[in-house]
């Protein structure tokens, strides 16, 4: 790298406080943010697939790369939480001697990062293709996955051999040096521009992908799974637009030469939003797949039912003492039928049911029949 070792010197004249430390950098704040976002991805994804695999039955591509999206993340976490042991986080004077291993942690990273963003994407839109059997919007579908995979394919070739050769981007001292570009930090203006580049397209492909589905609240037979489904989608869309450009200005608001080189420093935070912006596209990939199905065991959980008590009394009275009170089941029924009948029989001697004698004459209705009908509420099915 041509302006490294100037850049060091200069840092060196004018040594930063390492006393200050940026909330974003602080372990506590890094932990609790990513370690319980990291988990509800899991969950999700455990969700989706218990959905797709045990109640519907149709598992399918958009299952298996959502899988891989997941494992990619998970491995970029420890990246980022090795980087952090290492030393990211603070000011790369301090961790000079340490550098080497602070960067390969920097630049799995990185890798898994931009891994993870792709097969997010490439999950969603097949499940569009599954959703979208015609039309314009299946065309739209198959164009953003053509660009998605050229796109992704470019950018996770520069992330994975930002120098050649590789070892280049966390050995500056080698001899001769490595031939870097992109996010190989050649230069401050190269990284600066890929930076743009990766951050801004990811923001239009976002955009565009979330945006597509959202054509089904326009049509009119629109059942209520969807309606959820869409609702859920667009609202986790919208949060992970919002974490990709807090990611691009986490980055671009450092943009003199001195600071954008110590980058050891500042990119915690990028990295913290990152983690954000691919748990939060994990989820709402797999939330339209078994929030239906969440819902359906939700609702028998707390069930709420229409009770209906109908009774016949006939002309003549027996005597208390003869009264004896039976309750049966008329016919037996499946759990989900939302129908539970009951009959009151009266045909023996009881003492426990003095509340039926008729308040004027003090005797007892004759044998009869009560019938109780219990309406449960309306099941809801599994979006797959």
């Not at 570009?181 to 230069?187: A, H, L, N, S």
Request: glycine share 6%.
């Amino acid at each position: 790298m041509t302006e490294f070792i100037p850049f060091i010197m200069q840092m060196m004249a004018d040594p930063p406080d390492p006393n200050v430390v940026p909330l974003g950098n602080r372990h506590a704040t890094i932990y609790g943010v990513t370690i319980p976002f990291h988990i509800l991805c899991w969950v999700a994804v455990g969700l989706r697939l218990h959905t797709r695999l045990r109640v519907v039955r149709q598992p399918g591509l958009d299952d298996l790369i959502i899988v891989f999206a997941l494992v990619f993340k998970l491995i970029g976490l420890v990246a980022f939480y090795g980087g952090l042991r290492e030393g990211m986080g603070k000011h790369i004077i301090y961790i000079f001697n340490n550098l080497e291993m602070t960067m390969i942690w920097f630049y799995v990273a990185n890798g898994t990062y931009i891994m993870t963003t792709v097969c997010v994407k490439l999950s969603l839109l097949f499940q569009y293709l599954r959703l979208f059997r015609e039309g314009y919007r299946r065309v739209v579908t198959w164009i953003l996955l053509i660009m998605v995979v050229l796109w992704g394919t470019v950018f996770t070739f520069m992330a994975w051999f930002p120098c050649f050769p590789v070892s280049g981007f966390w050995d500056k001292r080698m001899v001769p040096q490595a031939k870097c570009y992109g996010f190989g930090y050649r230069t401050v203006d190269e990284a600066k521009n890929t930076l743009f580049a990766f951050s801004g397209s990811n923001i239009v492909l976002d955009t565009a992908i979330f945006v597509l589905p959202l054509t089904e609240y326009f049509k009119p037979d629109l059942k209520r799974k969807q309606i959820l489904a869409m609702t859920g989608l667009f609202t986790f869309g919208s949060i992970v637009v919002l974490m990709a450009i807090l990611r691009l200005w986490s980055g671009v608001k450092y943009n003199n030469t001195v600071t954008l080189y110590d980058f050891t420093w500042w990119m915690p935070e990028v990295w913290l939003f990152s983690c954000l912006e691919v748990d939060f596209a994990i989820i709402s990939a797999s939330m339209p797949i078994f929030w239906p199905s969440v819902m359906a065991k939700w609702t028998e959980i707390f069930v709420t039912q229409e009770v209906m008590v109908v009774h016949a009394r006939r002309s003549h009275y027996v005597q208390a003492s003869e009264l004896d009170v039976q309750m049966q089941r008329l016919s037996r029924r499946k759990s989900n039928d939302s129908y539970i009948a009951l009959t009151e029989k009266v045909n023996a001697p009881s003492k426990s049911f003095l509340s039926f004698l008729d308040p004027d004459t003090g005797r007892s209705p004759s044998p009869g029949v009560a019938q109780v009908e219990v309406h449960t509420s309306e099941r809801l099915t599994p979006f797959g």
